[in-house]
């Protein structure tokens, strides 16, 4: 069974930056295409950002483009996601995930959900 285990998240004021991290036991985690969600209360989930495989290629939600950026660690199997001029919109649980269907951007194609972890942006 995989499990991912995100950390990092906290209380930060707007234009702050903040790093999570996503530590997974998978190990196929070289050869996966890995993904961030976000969900905010009240809303469903939502694409923020996947690295392919080596890493050499990311893609964004237009609302993270040029804030955010998704890097991974494949010897330790971490992935990462920093986030700059976080804004109060950011608020939300952020979840990383195996991607295993064809589409990056929705949250059906992926698997093994971590718990979560909590970023709250005070304005």
């Known amino acids: 069974q995989v499990q991912l285990v995100e950390s990092g998240g906290g209380l930060v004021q707007a234009g702050d930056s903040l790093r999570l991290s996503c530590a997974t036991s998978?190990?196929?985690?070289?050869?996966?295409?890995m993904g961030w969600f976000r969900q905010a209360p009240g809303k469903e989930r939502e694409f923020v950002g996947v690295s392919t495989r080596n890493g050499i290629n990311t893609f964004y939600a237009d609302s993270v483009k040029g804030r955010f950026t998704i890097s991974r660690d494949n010897p330790k199997s971490t992935l990462y996601l920093q986030m700059n001029s976080v804004t109060p919109e950011d608020t939300a649980v952020y979840y990383c995930a195996v991607h295993i269907g064809s589409d990056w951007y929705e949250a059906g194609d992926y698997a093994y959900w971590g718990q979560g972890t909590q970023v709250t942006v005070s304005s």
């Open positions: 998978a190990r196929t985690f070289s050869r996966d295409d």
